[in-house]
């Protein structure tokens, strides 16, 4: 009787859990990253954008491309931003963070595979859109990624070194094109 009552109070709480995280996920907007659907010839990429509070078109800003681990894999458009992806999509959303850098954050989210595939090129044309649509410094580009992004953001330096400022990894030791990665760094004060 006991483990029966305990069962169904699981399956409740785990019911309860997965109807807010779905609902979360069509919100349209989750602790301010708007959510968002890149279409293109090539498939559909979810994606979140973090837009500065007090955003001005007539003013530039820079833009943060956060490239989420394996755990942000999916279509759900919230995988990218829950988890263990959330130090790194809200360190720069932080009202102390905007106060001192009013900047973007774009969250694509990779459907599968890594961000060495399609998902790279498709994360890029997010970007491109993205800077079509509001005024972004493009001298103030920076990729960011946590393990497989960080793989995927240094990739994306070699690949456009000229589009980012910066490019920085977060939880992988590796190499990119055979070069060590402390050695792809671009380095110049950001933020």
């Known amino acids: 009787m006991r483990l029966a009552l305990i069962a169904a109070l699981a399956m ?39 837009v500065p509070k007090r955003y001005d078109p007539a003013k530039k800003y820079p833009l943060v491309l956060w490239l989420h681990g394996s755990g942000g894999i999916g279509t759900d458009n919230l995988s990218q931003l829950a988890g263990d992806q959330i130090p790194g999509t809200r360190f720069w959303t932080t009202p102390a963070a905007q106060a001192k850098y009013p900047s973007f954050v774009l969250v694509p989210q990779a459907r599968s595979g890594t961000w060495l595939s399609s998902n790279g090129a498709q994360a890029l044309d997010v970007l491109e859109k993205v800077g079509k649509d509001f005024s972004l410094d493009a001298s103030r580009i920076y990729v960011i990624g946590q393990s497989m992004g960080g793989l995927g953001a240094s990739s994306l330096l070699f690949e456009r070194p000229r589009l980012f400022r910066r490019a920085q990894e977060s939880g992988r030791s590796s190499t990119v094109h055979g070069i060590p990665w402390r050695w792809a760094r671009r380095l110049d004060p950001c933020f």
Not at 31 to 37: D, P, S
């Open 12 to 50: 409740i709480v785990v019911g309860s859990v997965r109807a807010e995280l779905q609902q979360a996920a069509t919100a349209a907007t989750v602790e301010g990253f708007i959510a968002r659907v890149h279409v293109t010839t090539t498939g559909r990429m979810p994606y979140r954008l973090f």
